[in-house]
């Protein structure tokens, strides 16, 4: 069996976790904790980052830095995890929904305006796949209207726009390194900040001034603001310090994946028998996926249970945000639903992560050709 993903491990995550725990400090904000967040700030140009316990609680953490009051609304793609809405609504805020691009999956920049009322405060687009959303529309909107951007880049380590960091862009960017990404520390995230805002490291630390403390710039610390804890231990951030070592070969194994498959898949594009993402110019992606979509539901259901009986995981994806029981309460979708459910219910995704091998890429690919050469007589 082709498992669909296998967590990343590269080897030194051992003698790292060890490392930490022999220096019994594993409470947050240690010595690889300390590495990460010189490694992210260094690789990315964010301004700051600070390792978070998830990207959920980066995004949460956004909402509070985006001082949001109940009423206010934000605007974001439907087709996406339901964290991305969830931060905004423990905020207190309304999530207003719009279409995605057919091509990328990702928020249509061309919509946002139109969802724009005077309660907008905050956009939030979500890179999907690793692949940029139109970053440059996106900023000059929300110039124009004075609104705050966040990027859940959850799955957008290691991949840019025009040459600038996802993540990096908008006011507050989320990562996450949950083991289905490509680089894990089990459960775990970053929030990256374009300016540095001393309130992040307040609301990451219980709401306090405690890392001003430590730093000895205060001689007691005492509660300054909301907060909850949002950092994660020094066993999660060893693990994590391992890969981000090894991010660029990490990177380039998963992209020759990803060529591989475009390469053995490509004439079943041609003939139009599948679709599959868009890669825009401007966007380096990081083959965090490699997805394709079936005609429609019917199709991707039979091509989905064709793959599990010649042992390949591919499983489908989000269920849009609008149309499940939370959004029905919480949110609202402003204009037409074109895209956002169609696509998603056509949309498959393939065995993808770091150590899958060429002969898994081809035996997946070749699965899937068989499938269409078989049903050209139906
Ligand atoms: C994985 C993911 C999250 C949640 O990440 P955690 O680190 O598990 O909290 C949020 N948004 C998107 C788009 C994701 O893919």
Redo the contacts with the bound molecule.
């Keep these: 069996m082709i498992p669909f993903n296998v967590p990343p491990y590269c080897g030194r995550e051992d003698a790292y976790v060890l490392e930490a725990i022999h220096s019994h400090k594993i409470s947050g904000d240690g010595a690889f904790t300390k590495k990460c967040h010189a490694w992210l700030q260094e690789h990315t140009g964010a301004a700051k980052a600070l390792l978070t316990t998830?990207?959920?609680h980066a995004l949460d953490m956004s909402a509070l830095l985006c001082r949001l009051r109940p009423g206010d609304e934000v605007i974001l793609p439907s087709y996406?995890?339901s964290?991305?809405a969830n931060a905004f609504v423990l905020a207190g805020a309304t999530p207003v929904f719009v279409d995605v691009r057919p091509d990328t999956m990702n928020i249509d920049e061309t919509l946002i305006e139109d969802a724009i009322t005077d309660r907008t405060r905050v956009v939030c687009v979500?890179h999907y796949a690793g692949v940029a959303c139109e970053m440059d529309a996106v900023m000059d909107i929300a110039r124009r209207h004075g609104l705050l951007v966040v990027e859940?880049a959850?799955?957008a380590v290691m991949a840019s726009y025009k040459g600038r960091a996802l993540g990096t862009i908008g006011d507050y960017g989320c990562y996450?390194?949950?083991e289905?990404?490509n680089y894990s520390m089990g459960?775990?995230?970053a929030l990256l900040l374009r300016q540095d805002d001393p309130r992040a490291e307040i609301i990451r630390e219980k709401g306090t001034n405690r890392a001003r403390f430590l730093r000895g710039q205060v001689d007691k610390y005492t509660w300054e603001d909301l907060g909850s804890s949002y950092l994660p231990s020094e066993l999660n951030a060893a693990y994590l310090y391992a890969q981000l070592e090894m991010a660029d070969e990490i990177n380039a194994a998963r992209l020759h994946c990803w060529a591989l498959y475009r390469q053995m898949l490509a004439p079943l594009a041609e003939q139009g028998r599948i679709d599959w993402q868009t890669v825009p110019e401007g966007c380096a992606h990081n083959a965090h996926m490699f997805y394709i979509k079936a005609k429609d539901l019917a199709e991707r259901t039979a091509l989905t249970a064709w793959l599990k009986e010649r042992g390949v995981q591919a499983p489908f994806h989000y269920v849009p945000l609008h149309s499940a029981a939370a959004g029905l309460r919480f949110g609202r979708f402003h204009g037409q639903d074109r895209y956002t459910t169609r696509e998603s219910e056509r949309l498959l995704r393939l065995p993808m992560f770091y150590g899958l091998t060429d002969s898994q890429v081809e035996q997946a690919a070749e699965a899937v050709t068989e499938f269409y050469k078989r049903r050209r007589g139906l």
């Design positions: 998830s990207c959920t996406t995890f964290s991305t979500m859940d959850a799955q996450s390194f949950h289905s990404k459960e775990g995230g």
